[in-house]
C-alpha cells in the first residue's frame, strides 16, 4: 500500500509538471498570436487612414462641385469601396465613426448588423471604446468592448483631415476558439502518455521500491524498540547498527559506536572471552545464547543488562544483539526485599509435592526464627503459632486446600520469651491438571500494632461520640459511597478527566450533591443553621446551599478523586432564615474509608464574624491608602483641576469605585454646575447633562441637592429612583446602581461637590459614607490651599518683577529675603546681604539716624515711612523713600518686618535744579530793578550835566571837565546793561 502510494504521488508530480509547461508554452503562442493580430491590423488600420487622408485631399482640391461638397465624395467612395469588403475572419471588420455632438455616429454598414442604417451610440456609454479613442485622436490597439458591447481586439486611428476614426477589429473568442482546443488536445495527450509511462515505471520499480520501503520500515521498528539492539560482524565484531535506545543508554553519538567492537562497551568481555562465549551460535550448534553482565556508558558508570545473541538472518556475517537494561528490575528486587521490611510484610511457599516450605527474609524476622535452626516444614510452622490459634490455622488451610479457595486468617505467635504477636496470613493453593494440590503461597504481615490501635480505638469511640455531639464546631458524617460509584460510571462511560467534567457539567456536581447520604449531625450544627431538629434541617438542607457551596463541593471531589484524604475551602452557605454565612469546610476521608467513600466527617467552622472584621479593616486601609494618596496628591499639584483629577482617579483605581467627577457651584444666574476634573466611566458621561444647583429639574440631582443643602446626599438605588431627571437616564445607562455627592466647603460655604457612582446598590453604607466625607473636608482644604499657594505665587511673582526694592528682616532686623532688583540697584550679592543685619546697607554719613536704629524700635510696632539714603556696594549713595511695616501672627506678635524702598535720586536732583533755577530766577528780578532805577538816576545826571557844557566854550577847562563826567556816565550805563542782560 505504502508502495502504492509513492508511485502514485510521484505519477500526480509528473502530470502536473508537465500539464503545467504544456499550458505555460500554449499561453505563450497564445499571447504571440494575439501580439500578430495586433500588429497586423494597426498596420492595415493606418494604410487606410492613410488612403483615406489622401482621398480626401484629392476631393478637396479637384471635387469642389460634388453635390454635398469634397468631403461628401470622399464619403461616398469610402463607401462603396466598403460594400465590396467582406471582412476578415469570422467576425473581422472595419468601422468609420464621427462624433456628432454627445453621440458616435457610424458611417459604413455593419457587418454584425441587417440594417443599412447609420447607428449611434452615446460617446461617453461603455459601448465602442476603440471608436470612442480614435474620435479622441489616439491611435493603437486595446482588448475592449465594441459597438455591441463584445469584448474584441481592436486597433484604432484618426482620420485627422475628415475627423473621422477608423477601426479595425476582430472578437476576441475567434482567436481564443482555436488554442481551447489546442489545450483540450493537449491535456488528453499529456495524460495518456504520461499515464502510460507511469505504469511502465512502476512495473519496472515496484520490486526495488518494496524492498527499499521494507527496510525502512524494518529499521524504523528496531530504531523505536526500547530494548539496545546491535548488528555486529562475526569475525571481529564490530559493531555495523545500533538503534536508538543503545545510543541513549551508552551516551554516545553514532558516529562514536558505529565500527566499534562490541566488547568496547561490555568491559567485563574482551575479545577472548567473547569469541569463546558466541562459538556455539557462529557454528550454528545452539540458536540463542543468553547472560548476564554490565554495559558502560560515556561516563564510566556500569548498569546491568541481560544480553541475547543470535544470527541475524542474513547468513553467517552478522550478529543480532539485544541488551534489556535490567537496571529496573534489580531495583524492583532490592525495593521488594525493603518494602516488605517497611510493611513487615513477609511471603512464603509451601511445596506440596516435597513438602518443604520456604520463607522470605522478612517472614523469618516476624516469626523471629533463625533461618539455620528452622526445619522448613508446615510442622515446624505451627510449632509456632500460639497453642490457642493452631487449630484455627489448620483449619483455614485445610478448608481452603479442600475447596480450592484462598484463605485469611488473623492468629496469634507465641515466642520464646513469652511475648505475644499478631499476624494477618493470606494464602492460595494450586493445582495441576488432575486436581491435586502442587504447591502452595502466600504472605504473612505483622499487625500487632494495629490491633493494639484497634483496641485503643474501641475505647475512645465512646469518647469520640461525645466530642462529636458535643463539639462546638458544625460536624457532619456523611457517605459519599454512591458519589464515587457515580463518577466511576462517568469516567467508564468516556469522561476520562473527571476534574475537567466536573468544571463543565454543573448537572453532574448536581446529581452528585443529591447521591450524598448525611449519617450524623451534632447540636452546633442545628444551631448554626437555626434548625430545631435534625428532621428539620434535612427537610431545608437545599435552602443552605448557595452556588458558591456547590462550587466548593465540586472542588472537595475533585481533590478526592486526585488522592487526597483532606480538603479545606471556603465558601457562602446561608441558614434556613436566609441569613448568609461565610463558612469554612473541612472534609476529611476517615481512615479505612478511603477506598469506598463511605465515612466522610465534614467540619463548618463559622467564620462570618471573622470575614466582617476583615472588610472592615480592608475598608479602612483603604481609606488611609486614599487618604495618605490623596494628601501626597496635593504636595504636588500645580492647580487645582490637576489636584482634583487625581483625587478622582485615586477613588475609581484605589478605592475600586468605577467613576468620580468633581464639580463647581458657578454664582450666576443659572446656577450651574461645572465639571472640573473625572475619572472612569465613559469619556462623554458628562456631556450634553446640564446639571445646576438650583430649585429646578436639573438641580434635583445628588450634585445639586449637595451643593444646595450643604450636606452629603445618597441615592442607594439609581434604578428605584422615581423622578425622571435628564442625569438618571445617563447613569443607569453606563451601569451604575448608586451615587452619592457630598458638598466642598471652605470657610463654610460650598463652592461645588465630589461626585462618587457605584456599579451595584447600596455601596455607600455608613463606614464608605463616612471615609468619602472625610476626603471631601480633604478636597476643600486641598482647593483653599492651592488657590492661597497661587495667590501667594502672583504675589512673589509682583515682588519680584517690581522696580522698587523689597526687603525682609525678623524682628531683630536680620535680612531674609530681598527682591532681584535690590541686588541689581545696589550691586550686592546674595551671600553679602542674606543673614545680616539690615543697618548694613545704609550710609554712615546719613545725617538721619533711621537707618542704622531702627529696626525692632518701631513706635507701637507700627509701619513707618521715611526719607533715608542708601549706600551702593560700588559707587555714590542714593536716596531712597522707605515704606517699613510688620508682618504679625495671629496673636498679635511680629513674625517679619517687610521694607520697600524706592530710588528717588533722580527726584531729588531735579527738586535741587528747580530749586536753584528758582533762586537764579529771583537774583535776576532783583538785578534788573536796580539797573533799571540806576539809569534813571544816570540819564538825569546826563541831561543835566550835558544843558550846563553847553554854557562854556569848548577850550574851557570846564567844558573838558563836564565831558569827563559824561564819558563816565555813559561807561556806566554800558556795565549796567552788560550785567542785567538776561
Known sequence: MEAKKTFLLLALLMTGVALTVGWLVLWSLYQVHIDVNRNRMIEIVQSRARIMEAIAEFDRRHSPDYPGGAHEATLSQIRQAHEHFQGFGKTGE???????????????????????????????????????LAL?????????????????????????????????????????????????????????????????????????????MSFNKLGRILDASVNEIFLMETDRFLIRFANHSALANLDHETAEVIGQPFWRFAPSMNEERLSAWLEPVIN??????????????????????????????????????????????????????????????????????????????????????????????????????????????????DDSVKKHAPYSVEHRLLLPDGRIKHVHERGETFYNDCGQPQRSIGTVQEITERKLAEKALIEHMGRYQGL?????????????????????????????DLDDHLRHCPEAVMECSRLVRILEIN?????????????????????????????????????????????????????????????????????????????????????????????????????????????????????????????????????????????????????????????????????????????????????????????????????????????????????????????????GHTIGALNVYAGHPGAFDPLESDFLVNLAHDIAFGIRSLREQMDRRRLAAAIEQTEDLVLVADPQGIIQYVNPTFFRVTGYQPEEILGCHASIPWDTQSTQKEGPIFWGELPDRYSWKGHFRHRRKDGPPFEVEASISPVKDPDGGIRQFVAV?????????????????????????????????????????????????????????????LGEVITVKDTCASGNRISTDP
Open 901 to 961: 524702598y524706592r530710588d528717588i535720586s533722580e527726584r531729588v536732583r531735579m527738586e535741587g535744579q528747580l530749586r536753584q533755577s528758582q533762586k537764579m530766577e529771583s537774583i535776576g528780578t532783583l538785578a534788573g530793578g536796580i539797573a533799571h532805577d540806576f539809569n534813571n538816576i544816570l540819564g538825569i545826571i546826563l541831561g543835566y550835566t550835558e544843558l550846563v557844557q553847553k554854557k562854556f566854550p569848548p577850550e574851557d577847562q570846564k567844558f573838558q571837565d
Open 136 to 212: 479622441s485622436g489616439q491611435s493603437g490597439s486595446i482588448i475592449a468592448p465594441d459597438y455591441r458591447g463584445v469584448e474584441v481586439l481592436a486597433a484604432y486611428e484618426p482620420v485627422a483631415i475628415l475627423n473621422f476614426g477608423m477601426v479595425a477589429k476582430v472578437d476576441m473568442a475567434e482567436i481564443r476558439q482555436q488554442f481551447i482546443g489546442y489545450g483540450v488536445l493537449l491535456f488528453f495527450l499529456s495524460t495518456g502518455v504520461i499515464s502510460l509511462g507511469a505504469l511502465l515505471l512502476y512495473r519496472m520499480i515496484r520490486p526495488t521500491l518494496l524492498r527499499a
Open 523 to 747: 447540636a452546633a450544627t442545628l444551631r448554626l443553621y437555626g434548625a430545631n431538629d435534625r428532621a428539620v434541617l434535612l427537610a431545608g438542607f437545599h435552602r443552605i446551599l448557595t452556588e458558591g457551596s456547590h462550587e466548593i463541593f465540586r472542588e472537595e471531589l475533585c481533590a478526592f478523586l486526585a488522592g487526597s484524604a483532606i480538603f479545606v475551602g471556603e465558601s457562602v452557605q446561608q441558614t434556613l432564615d436566609g441569613r448568609p454565612i461565610w463558612a469554612q469546610v473541612q472534609a476529611s476521608l476517615m481512615p479505612g474509608h478511603e477506598g469506598d467513600w463511605s465515612r466522610v466527617l465534614v467540619s463548618v467552622v463559622d467564620l462570618t464574624e471573622r470575614r466582617n472584621a476583615e472588610l472592615a479593616l480592608g475598608r479602612r486601609n483603604r481609606v488611609l491608602k486614599v487618604l495618605g494618596h490623596s494628601n501626597r496628591a496635593l504636595t504636588h499639584a500645580r492647580d487645582v483641576q490637576q489636584f482634583m483629577t487625581e483625587v478622582c482617579r485615586l477613588i475609581v483605581e484605589e478605592a475600586g469605585y468605577p467613576f468620580a467627577w468633581c464639580g463647581l457651584a458657578e454664582d450666576n444666574a443659572s446656577k450651574s454646575v461645572t465639571p472640573v476634573a473625572q475619572y472612569g466611566g465613559h469619556p462623554d458621561s458628562l456631556q450634553n447633562v446640564a446639571m445646576t444647583w438650583g430649585e429646578d429639574i436639573h438641580g434635583q440631582g445628588p450634585t445639586g441637592t449637595a451643593i444646595r443643602t450643604g450636606k452629603p446626599f445618597c441615592v442607594d438605588d439609581l434604578t428605584m429612583d422615581p423622578s425622571d431627571a435628564p442625569w438618571l437616564e445617563r447613569a443607569t445607562k453606563d451601569g451604575f446602581h448608586s451615587a452619592i455627592a457630598l458638598p466642598l466647603k471652605i470657610d
Open 284 to 397: 550454528g550448534s545452539q540458536a540463542v545464547l543468553f547472560c548476564e553482565t554490565h554495559c558502560q556508558r560515556r561516563d564510566g558508570s556500569r548498569y546491568p543488562v541481560e544480553l541475547r545473541v543470535q544470527l541475524s538472518g542474513e547468513g553467517k556475517e552478522e550478529l543480532l544483539a539485544i541488551v534489556v537494561d535490567m537496571s529496573a528490575r534489580k531495583s524492583s528486587e532490592k525495593l521488594l526485599a525493603e518494602s516488605q521490611s517497611l510493611a513487615h510484610l513477609g511471603s512464603w511457599e509451601l511445596d506440596l509435592t516435597r513438602h518443604a516450605l520456604t520463607w522470605s527474609q522478612e517472614t523469618y524476622r516476624i516469626f523471629e526464627v533463625n533461618p539455620n535452626h528452622f526445619k522448613n516444614t508446615y510442622e515446624a510452622f505451627l510449632e509456632v503459632i500460639h497453642p490457642d490459634d493452631r487449630e484455627l490455622v489448620n483449619q483455614a488451610y
Open 468 to 496: 462529636f455531639q458535643n463539639s462546638p464546631v458544625s460536624l457532619w458524617e456523611e457517605d459519599f459511597s454512591a458519589v464515587k460509584r457515580y463518577l466511576e460510571q462517568l469516567r467508564a462511560g468516556g469522561a476520562r
Open 94 to 132: 472595419f468601422t468609420l465613426a464621427q462624433r456628432d455632438g454627445e453621440r458616435i455616429l457610424f458611417l459604413l454598414q455593419h457587418r454584425h448588423r441587417d440594417s443599412r442604417s447609420t447607428t449611434s451610440v452615446p460617446f461617453d456609454s461603455h459601448l465602442a471604446v476603440p471608436t470612442r
